[in-house]
């Protein structure tokens, strides 16, 4: 199937389907016309794909789950390494998450601080 193909049954677009296949996540063979050609294969992996990046991994996370692309990566059992990657990235997830909420608390704190130095009567 061609890449529009491949992009209208995985739901991804053709850009995203490119930069996979430049990551070495996906492959493709050229036709005589040169357009990319995929096999039927590529539309699970592509899932699969989608699936650990919407679970929060990044395309550099998701090669650790090479071997396992082209199955039932969600109940597929997890390997050692998968399990680590994902690990270090909810820990790198909860470490954004905490400071964006001291960004929000400093600025709750500063709006606070603000309103109260109002006159009596400003509308707040």
């Known amino acids: 199937m061609r890449i529009g193909e491949l992009a209208g049954v995985t739901g991804c677009t053709p850009r995203a389907l490119r930069h996979y296949e430049e990551q070495g996540l996906i492959s493709s063979e050229r036709a005589a016309n040169g357009y ?8 699970v992996r592509v899932r699969n794909i ?3 990046l919407g679970a929060g991994l990044t395309l550099e ?3 650790y789950f090479l071997p396992c692309l082209d199955g039932d990566v969600a109940a597929a059992t ?6 680590r990657v994902a690990r ?3 820990a790198a997830l909860d470490a954004r998450i905490a400071a964006q909420v001291a960004v929000r608390d400093r600025l709750a704190a500063a709006l606070r601080d603000a309103a109260a130095a109002l006159p009596s009567g400003t509308f707040r």
């Open 88 to 90: 270090e990235r909810l």
């Open 61 to 63: 996370d998701v090669r």
């Open 78 to 83: 997890p390997s050692p390494d998968g399990l």
């Open 50 to 52: 989608r699936h650990l």
């Open 36 to 43: 990319r050609e995929y096999d039927e294969a590529m539309v």
